[in-house]
């Protein structure tokens, strides 16, 4: 039998020898039973794999979000800035009169400025979990079932609801995201709650 010689001298191996008597190879027996796997080969389990992927990105916290969310808040400051150049969002305040003029324009720039941020983190997010503030502290948004690029779509809802989260506006912006993160096993908002996404190292 194939699996009873030396595979180097072709010398007859007794049973159960596990090195040739001529040349002292190794006698490496190949014949398995039918289905049978050889002992000790790896088992593929594509499950337990995408766990084990799953189990190293860590869900990310305030502090580094936020970092992010700060260079995301001045270039889109920046962008806002410029605009406003254009004299559209022109507010002019007569002290004398006590009056107040504002250009006609001011509500279309407005409503400019939501477009432009809304298309800033759907799109940017959509294409690769990332606005330029995550690119730069090495975050990403992916979704919590597999660890795997969020959509479009998801993006979008994320987006939406960053009104909600930016809750109370004026004196601590983005509190109430803050204590929904603090509160989440996963460090999810509102908006990652709701489009089932977890942010987590890129």
Not at 7 to 23: D, R, W
Not at 50 to 76: K, M, N, W, Y
Not at 128 to 156: F, P, R, W
Request: hydrophobic content about 50%.
């Amino acid at each position: 039998m194939d699996e009873d010689k030396c595979a180097l001298c072709g010398t007859p191996a007794s049973p159960g020898a596990q090195y040739c008597m001529a040349c002292g190879e190794a006698i490496i027996r190949q014949k398995q039973a039918a289905g049978q796997q050889p002992e000790g080969a790896p088992t593929y389990a594509p499950s337990l794999e995408v766990e084990r992927a799953g189990a190293t990105l860590s869900c990310q916290g305030v502090s580094i979000r936020f970092v992010a969310q700060l260079v995301d808040v001045i270039i889109l400051g920046v962008v806002f800035w410029i605009l406003g150049f254009t004299g559209a969002g022109t507010i002019t305040v007569d002290a004398s009169a006590a009056q107040v003029s504002i250009s006609p324009f001011f509500g279309l720039l407005i409503v400019i400025d939501v477009i432009i941020a809304f298309l800033y983190f759907t799109l940017l997010e959509g294409r690769n979990g990332q606005t330029i503030g995550k690119m730069l502290v090495k975050i990403k948004v992916v979704k919590q079932t597999d660890n795997s690029s969020i959509s479009y779509g998801e993006a979008a809802v994320r987006t939406i609801l960053r009104i909600i989260d930016l809750i109370p506006f004026i004196f601590a912006p983005y509190l109430l995201a803050a204590v929904l993160i603090w509160s989440s096993e996963k460090k999810q908002r509102l908006g990652d709650r709701v489009a089932h996404t977890v942010v987590v190292q890129s």
